[in-house]
């Protein structure tokens, strides 16, 4: 196996371990909520509301899986559904106030627990860190 090879592999591992606790916040947030519905109420938050069928653009779903999520979404008191102002036919997702307070919550405690993995990195680290990070995420 090359060096290359290798840390493909470990590269791999550590953001399936990233994942994993990824998943584990969103459950912090609620327990019925998996980690696709954290991710869309943070892209609500993001985009500040947006139709279903965006939602199922963005995160490449079917419609139908985006249905039941927000269905429990709204089940959950997290979002509500507004009149389209451009098109009365449909309507916008949005946050719900306990919505927004419950990505709070979860925003704080990463931010808590980043900072206490990240607290003896050098700044210098961190940019090259940040800017790898950004790298990888820029690619489709």
Not at 24 to 52: K, T
Not at 61 to 75: G, M
Not at 99 to 108: C, F, H, P, T
Request: proline content about 4%; some cysteine.
């Amino acid at each position: 196996m090359t060096d290359r090879d290798e840390s493909l592999e470990i590269i791999q591992r550590e953001l399936t371990a990233f994942a994993r606790r990824a998943r584990a916040a969103a459950a912090r947030m609620h327990p019925q909520l998996s980690l696709v519905s954290y991710a869309l109420l943070a892209h609500l938050e993001d985009s500040d509301g947006c139709r279903p069928s965006d939602l199922a653009e963005q995160f490449l779903l079917n419609k139908s899986t985006i249905s039941r999520q927000v269905a429990t979404l709204e089940d959950l008191g997290l979002v509500e559904r507004r009149p389209d102002p451009r098109d009365q036919r449909a309507h916008i997702l949005h946050l719900t106030a306990h919505g927004r307070g419950a990505l709070e919550q979860v925003s704080d405690h990463r931010r808590t627990a980043f900072q206490e993995r990240l607290g003896d990195w050098d700044a210098d680290d961190l940019a090259r860190f940040a800017g790898y990070l950004r790298r990888y995420n820029a690619r489709p």
